[in-house]
Every structure is written in C-alpha cells, then in structure tokens.
C-alpha cells in the first residue's frame, strides 16, 4: 500500500496543510481516510477525485469530512453515476451539510461489525474515545497494514486494533502548547505510548495544530518510542 498525506491539519487548515485527508493505494484501488477541510484542493494533485473507489470517515467534525460536500458536488457535475461508498459511524451523514446533487453521489454505509472486504483491502474498525461517535479504522494488504486512530483519547480498542501494525497513523493533538481535552486526544507521548504497547513498526504523528510546534511534539514522541518516527507533512508518500 501507498499512503499519501494530503492534509493533516488538526482542529482548522493551517497556511501549509489542509486538514486530514490521507490516501492509501493498492492494487489501482484509491481509499481516501477522512475529508476534512480543505483537503478537495490538494487531493487533486495526487489523484482525480472522480476516481477515487471508497471513503471511510473516523467522524463527523467538520476537519475530518466537511469536504465531502465539495468532492460530491464535483463527481456530480462530471457526470459520475456510480455513488461514492463512504463508511462512516452511524448518524455522520445528518451532520453533514448536503448541495444538490449529493444523495445520488453518495453511498452512506456503517461500519462494518468485523473485518471486510473493501476492492482489493481489509478494512476494519474499532469505536474510540471521542467528544462523539468516532472510530480507527485498519487497513490490509497482503502482509501489509496500516492503522489510523482519527481523533481518539487513549482506549483499549484502539490499542487492540493497532496490534503489530506497520504503520501507526495516529493524531497528536493535545500538547502542553495545544491544549486538548484529554477525553478526546492524545498527546505526542501518548501516541508514542501506543505505538510501542502496540508494537506498531512506524509511527505517524498527524492532526497537529497549525499553532503547534512540531519539533516539540516530534522531541515529546521520540522520548517514549525508539522505532521509526514521521512527522506527517503534506505530499508525504510512505510505503506500508
């Protein structure tokens, strides 16, 4: 699998960054993880929009599917007829604001209840602790997997889910410089702390905030994790 940063803003866009959006790649199939603001713009220059097969969304704040709207409106206007599957927790669809045309472009699904077949990947999800109904997601390739957390504080499903995954794409939102509800985010330690519980063999950290100071959350992870460390910037390509 190929995975492409194509936003990775947490909370608001911030002068670089689009907010989260991640591709993964494989076997000519293009999954999109999340939506989130701004991210319809610069999905553009890594794959056409039209073309991608499937969407999961971890949640329904607005930094993580608002650009679901444009990016239904756009294969509308091209004439896509085949609905866009997008697996999301029960009830995201009804937060999200709907333009004309959009019913027919999208094809909301729930979660599925174990592992499932999605073209070519496995995904599977595990519910996570959040300010609302939220989940990880896992995706598998042959021997290849990667987990993202979305937007989760530190729970056992999550960890179970990230069990001796590859690639650990995991947020990073709350930080001394960034407060965040420790209920809903985790710190760069924590992320950290999760990876190596998880035996994840790379770890991304993602969903910062554009206030944040990156080195210092990158410095807080590698305290904790001696694997391999990322800090998820935007065009960022990782082979899982």
């Known amino acids: 699998m190929i995975l492409t940063v194509v936003g990775c803003a947490g909370t608001v866009p911030g002068p670089e960054a689009a907010c989260s959006c991640y591709l993964l790649e494989h076997g000519g199939f293009r999954l999109l993880l999340d939506a989130g603001t701004g991210a319809l713009g610069p999905l553009q ?19 993580h ?5 444009p990016l239904a409106y756009l294969r ?20 999200v604001a709907a333009p004309s045309g959009y019913a027919r472009a999208l094809d909301w699904r ?17 519910p996570v602790r959040h300010s609302v109904p939220a989940q990880a997601v896992r995706v598998t390739a042959g021997s290849a997997s990667l987990t993202y ?15 001796g995954t ?12 960034t407060p965040g509800s420790a209920a809903a985010h985790l710190t760069p330690t924590q992320a950290a702390h999760l990876a190596e519980e998880a035996g994840a ?7 910062l905030r554009p206030w944040a100071d990156p080195m210092t959350a990158l410095r807080e992870a590698r305290e ?17």
């Open 45 to 63: 220059r890594f794959a056409d929009p039209c073309a991608i097969d499937a969407v999961v969304i971890s949640h329904r704040h607005r930094d």
């Open 76 to 95: 509308d206007r091209r004439g896509v007829t085949a609905p866009l599957p997008v697996i999301a927790p029960a009830g995201t669809e009804a937060h």
């Open 224 to 240: 904790s994790y001696d694997g391999p460390l990322t800090l998820a910037t935007p065009g960022l390509r990782l082979i899982a």
């Open 201 to 207: 063999a790379h770890l991304v950290l993602t969903h």
């Open 149 to 163: 957390s979305g937007d989760s504080g530190e729970c056992a499903e999550l960890l179970e889910l990230a069990r």
């Open 166 to 177: 590859d690639v650990l794409l995991c947020e990073a939102a709350a930080a001394v410089d």
């Open 110 to 126: 729930e979660p599925p209840a174990g592992p499932s077949g999605l073209g070519p990947l496995t995904i599977e999800t595990a």
């Open 65 to 69: 599917c608002s650009d679901l709207v």
